[in-house]
């Protein structure tokens, strides 16, 4: 899960993760990373689209968006 932290980071690249909500919820967003640190990420959330700040330790996963394919009917 770090290396993808690190590569949303890095290369710009739009990330979805789940993660345990202060009142215990789980919760999706859709983010790109700005910063890390120990304990703590920093990421613009294209849900409420601000930026937000996560804690690492609330973090349960974390992967690449989906590709939607579009379909074309004649």
Same mark, same amino acid.
Do not use: W
């Given at each position: 899960?770090n290396?993808l ?5 890095e ?6 993760i789940?993660?345990? =909500?202060?009142?215990n919820?789980?919760?999706k967003?859709h983010?790109?990373v700005m910063? /890390?640190?120990d304990?703590?990420i +920093? =990421?613009?959330c294209f849900?409420?689209n601000?930026?937000?700040t996560?804690k690492?330790e /609330?973090i349960l996963a974390?992967? +690449?968006?989906?590709?939607r ?6």
């Amino acid at each position: 899960m770090n290396g993808l932290l690190l590569t949303s980071k890095e290369e710009k690249m739009p990330i979805e993760i789940m993660y345990m =909500a202060a009142d215990n919820t789980i919760m999706k967003r859709h983010i790109i990373v700005m910063s /890390t640190d120990d304990n703590y990420i +920093k =990421a613009y959330c294209f849900i409420g689209n601000q930026k937000r700040t996560f804690k690492l330790e /609330t973090i349960l996963a974390a992967a +690449k968006p989906c590709e939607r394919k579009v379909v074309k009917y004649a």
